[in-house]
């Protein structure tokens, strides 16, 4: 299965980091009020996070690509007016709904910045990541370069999708079998992490000691199968739009079939979808 954003012709690092802030800024207000701040389906992981990362009151923390806050929200509701939180995000939009959706709260700072290169001078006891790692072109540069402003001792918390998350898988699959060339040579590959031994490799050679991770099955319902369809194209993936309007009707038809066919035996008799979503949820030690 392969989870790609986006569809360049050729990768790019530069040009990805730069379609990475577009489409964020266009997503995070949908992604922020469907998605993260619902706690429903994948994002029953914000808690297990912030709870195997043990964080504690008075801690300072960084929270890597923030997003809209949802994560910051949980940390800073531990840690409290004694403790600092650092959250970083590359998109503008995302980083303005998580400061609203935090109450511009005066111990957490809010930069806009990218993973693998920002600069930062404080010393974590705890850094978070929620699902943004297999975003990174060079992942490895960006753990490492978390690794250097966390304290010895220090928590690294990351989740990420597992390979079981049909609510990608039954659209993308179907997608690669029409549009070959959808995915770019060298483009990062969504779903690189999505088993513990892949996600541990990548801790390990960054550095990290005390690498544990748990998997966890969440349930999604995205409701039936012409919401699950709509949706996904509406607010998930505007570069897979792009792909699709270039295709014949007829051609369009015989993909969504066979979404549909991929979707079927998630399908309850009530029509409604009923997903497993597996997320892994890492911690380590510096
Ligand atoms: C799926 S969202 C996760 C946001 C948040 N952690 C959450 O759990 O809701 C992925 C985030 O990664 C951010 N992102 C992608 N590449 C990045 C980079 N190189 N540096 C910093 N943030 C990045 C995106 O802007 C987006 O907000």
């Known amino acids: 299965m392969k989870k790609i954003l986006f569809a360049l012709t050729k990768f790019e690092p530069k040009e990805y980091k730069k379609r ?7 997503v995070a207000p949908r992604y922020h009020k469907r998605w993260a701040s619902t706690n429903a389906g994948p994002f029953q992981s914000t808690q297990k996070l912030v709870t195997l990362a043990g964080i504690k009151k008075g801690d300072q923390v960084l929270d890597i690509a923030c997003g809209t806050g949802v994560v910051t929200k949980k940390i800073s509701s531990i840690v409290g007016n004694s403790g600092k939180i650092v959250s970083f995000d590359i998109s503008n939009k995302a980083l303005s709904i998580a400061k609203k ?15 693998e290169t920002v600069f930062l001078k404080n010393q974590f006891d705890v850094i978070t990541c929620q699902y943004a790692l297999f975003f990174f072109p060079n992942s490895k540069k960006a753990l490492c370069n978390a690794k250097r402003v966390l304290k010895k001792g220090g928590i690294l918390a990351v989740s990420v999708h597992g390979h079981n998350t049909p609510f990608f898988s039954c659209i993308i699959d179907a997608v690669m079998k029409f549009i070959p060339d959808y995915v770019p040579p060298g483009a990062p590959n969504l779903d690189r992490f999505g088993s513990q031994k892949a996600l541990k490799v990548e801790v390990k050679n960054s550095g990290f000691l005390n690498i544990k991770a748990k998997t966890f099955v969440f349930k999604y319902s995205p409701g039936k199968f012409s919401e699950y369809w709509n949706n996904y194209l509406k607010y998930v993936a505007k570069p897979l739009k792009e792909k699709l309007d270039k295709l014949s009707a007829k051609k369009r038809d015989e993909l969504r079939e066979l ?15 009923v997903f497993p979503w597996e997320v892994i949820v890492l911690t380590a030690k510096k």
């Open 20 to 26: 990475t802030i577009i489409i964020w800024n266009e």
């Open 101 to 115: 959706f935090n109450s511009a709260k005066k111990n957490i700072e809010f930069i806009q910045a990218d993973a």
């Open 259 to 273: 979404v549909k066919q991929n979707v079927s035996r998630y399908t309850k008799k009530n029509q409604k979808i």
